[in-house]
């Protein structure tokens, strides 16, 4: 029985050391996912100061470029859109999301 209890015991320290290390590598960005890379890479299209703006990178606190593009003149689904950020993966792609929102 005693012996039943030390293998038991043992069992469990090694997965909370495991969970543990984890938790710490994931912490320290080693073991990170390929998914903050890809929130830095791209475009993101946002409202600024009631224009349609061109952020680059995504989290970028200012626009790299403001359209002519007034917010207010956009249907409410497209200013919704814009009020959360809308990912473009590429300059082409921006393009024709622009394309989309002019008259």
Not at 70 to 85: H, K, M, Q, T, Y
């Amino acid at each position: 029985m005693k012996l039943r209890m030390k293998i038991l015991l043992t069992v469990l320290l090694a997965l909370f050391a495991a969970a543990s290390l984890l938790a710490v590598l994931t912490d320290l960005g080693v073991l990170g996912t390929a998914e903050p890379a890809a929130a830095e890479s791209g475009y993101m299209l946002r409202a600024w100061n009631g224009w349609v703006g061109v952020f680059c990178p995504p989290g970028a606190e200012e626009p790299v470029t403001v359209t002519d593009i007034r917010v207010r003149d956009l249907p409410l689904s497209d200013r919704l859109a814009l009020a959360g950020g809308l990912p473009a993966e590429d300059h082409g792609q921006v393009v024709r999301m622009l394309e989309d929102f002019s008259p």
